[in-house]
């Protein structure tokens, strides 16, 4: 009986340990979350990425930042183009050409590309159109309905230029309806205003579902516009 029990212990024992073998052989995946670029821990003046997007995304932050030159790493890099230089350069055009804040506020983007053994080193300098005070003052909207609205509460200082950045530009929209939009701002205005004689609208970039619009406003002297819903006295 004994010897019995003894050898169903050790069969037991053996499939355990079988067991143990298979279950330490499985596979396993890890997935972390990934910015497309990132601050190098040492120094915030320097950027990192590893995909051209995230090289992209780097030269427009630099951008929004209003940074008037600046440092990104390219770790582990795959190039798209055939060579770091080559992608920096096309990113470089992608960010003042296609992107609504770049095609707005960037005139040029100068580089110099350094290979380590580590990393690509980018150094880049940016010239601007515009000052860093107007590119702070380039107010972000969702859609172009929302430009109406922001404009009934700005037009009462009577600036002579405001600039939207428009995350979502639809088929429908277009330099006509912004201009619509300026007008009917102003024609529900409760404060007396001298009257709009010319509403420019330009478009950053000529296409796209993501545009910059650049609105100037010219103002008369007089007469001055009653407030909404107030008769003039004849």
Known sequence: ?????????????????CGCGSMLERSYASVEPHEQFSDESASDAILR??????????????VEQGAESGVIRLYQYSSVTGSAASDVDQACLEVTQEDPLGAYAVDYIKYDVTATAAYHQV?????YTVSQEELGQVISVTGSTAVEQELQELLPSRPEKVVFRISYFTQEDSVETLRQAVQEAYQVQTVPLPPLEEVEVTLYPDSGQ????????????????????QQESG
């Not at 051209?52 to 630099?62: C, E």
């Not at 150094?123 to 010239?127: D, G, R, Y």
């Not at 993501?210 to 819903?229: F, H």
């Open 123 to 127: 150094e880049v300098k940016l010239a």
């Open 210 to 229: 993501q545009r910059v619009a650049e609105i100037r406003l010219t103002w008369g002297t007089a007469p001055v516009q009653p407030p909404a819903g």
């Open 49 to 62: 990425a590893e995909t051209y997007q995230g090289l992209v995304s780097a030269l427009l932050h630099l």
């Open 1 to 17: 009986m004994k010897k019995r029990l003894l050898l169903a212990a050790l069969l037991a024992a053996l499939t355990l340990t």
